[in-house]
């Protein structure tokens, strides 16, 4: 699970591997799997650093080398 920052404040922690896309108009969008649209405060680079840091911990790249 990754943290995200709703554009209200509020911190929230959502599953990586169901998010589909990412938009940025201006604020980033996360599409996830469902078809639910997420708008987080962070910055899609920030996002991206924390799938990956994910991804590290729970050892997923050794599966994609």
């Not at 929230?12 to 799997?33: A, F, K, R």
């Not at 649209?37 to 080398?65: D, M, P, T």
Request: proline share 3%; charged share 30%.
């Amino acid at each position: 699970m990754i943290k995200v920052t709703r554009l209200d404040g509020k911190e929230y922690y959502i599953n990586p591997h169901q998010i589909e896309s990412i938009e940025v108009h201006p604020d980033t969008t996360l599409l996830m799997l469902s078809g639910k649209h997420v708008i987080v405060r962070e910055q899609v680079s920030e996002v991206l650093e924390s799938i990956i840091a994910y991804r590290r911990q729970i050892g997923a790249f050794k599966n994609e080398e």
